[in-house]
């Protein structure tokens, strides 16, 4: 029996609304439907759209830590500012601008538990109003981790070398039955299936009804009973990287585990390799 291993690394909606004039948090809403803030968001929140404004307009990859400096700067992030994220569906896109700002470098970031969903079902007040925020000149000055990360070449030379790999989609997806959600069909691999060798376990079980986290001993029990275990490395994929950055959050920040790593080229990118393992079927 226990608590999280890294309480600190989530606030509670009482918390936040207790801190929605405090000068030194800033609240950011990352959300699946990039249409949501503009319907209502928590008062004194920004808006990160995750299709425009977290990757390089150019190629497939990320802003770099100059890039995310400046998105936090036009934030009015500064150096004594807390982060606080939150989102749609259970915060997956919050956990994965939250695995984002942690890749490069920048550690003063939260999540809310239970993020958009929680905050809605306690009929707490959101706002159409859109704050106005001075740039700060603020840069990261943390050091980036890629020990967080994994890249294709990685995945392909550990395939089968015993490591806990988690497939995070849905079990149609990853018996090969569909390619990608229903609602999300324009990023899809090539073939269908999972790595050879990975456990399903979605996402969504790491999530009570109301958004929140599930308690910590419920989590290791999800996670143990497939295998993923802390005493091995794990690599954390999906379709493109978000998904499995909310599991990522799970197993890392509120259990503990040493050695994950979120591979966000995910089956959008595996499932279009030529001669990698894969296979189909639960």
């Known amino acids: 029996m226990g608590g999280y291993a890294n309480p600190d690394v989530l606030v509670e909606t009482d918390w936040l609304e207790d801190h929605l004039d405090d000068p030194n ?21 920004a808006a990160w759209n995750w299709t425009t404004d977290l990757h390089t307009k150019v190629g497939r990859d990320y802003l770099d830590q100059a890039g995310f400096s400046s998105l936090l700067s036009d934030a009015g ?28 470098g920048f550690e003063q970031v939260k999540l809310l538990n239970g993020g958009r ?21 603020f840069s990261i000055t943390g050091v980036e981790r890629a020990e967080i990360r994994a890249l294709r070449d990685e995945v392909i030379d550990k395939v089968g070398s015993g490591i806990g ?27 269908p299936g999972h790595i050879a060798g ?64 979120n591979y966000d080229g995910s089956w959008t990118e595996y499932g279009s390799l030529v001669g990698v393992p894969v296979e189909l079927g639960g």
């Open 25 to 45: 948090v800033r609240i950011i809403e990352v959300d699946e439907d990039t249409t949501a803030y503009e319907k209502g968001h928590v008062r004194g929140a």
């Open 77 to 104: 992030v500064g150096a004594d500012t807390t982060v606080v994220l939150y989102g749609g569906n259970n915060n997956w896109f919050a956990a994965y601008a939250y695995w984002l700002l942690k890749l490069r």
């Open 117 to 137: 969903k929680k905050w809605e079902l306690e009929s707490r007040e959101l706002t159409q109003d859109v704050p106005a925020f001075q740039a700060s000149g």
């Open 165 to 191: 790999l988690v497939d995070v989609r849905s079990p149609e997806e990853f018996r090969g039955e569909k390619l990608a959600p229903d609602h999300l069909p324009q990023e899809q691999s090539q073939v």
């Open 198 to 261: 990975a456990a399903n376990i979605p996402w969504l079980k790491a999530a009570n009804d109301d958004g929140t986290f599930r308690s910590a001993d419920e989590l290791r029990d999800l996670y143990e009973a497939e295998g993923i275990t802390p005493d091995k490395e794990i690599i954390a994929y999906c379709r493109i990287g978000e998904r499995s950055s909310h599991t990522w959050f799970a197993l890392q920040e509120l259990l503990g585990y040493e050695r994950v790593k």
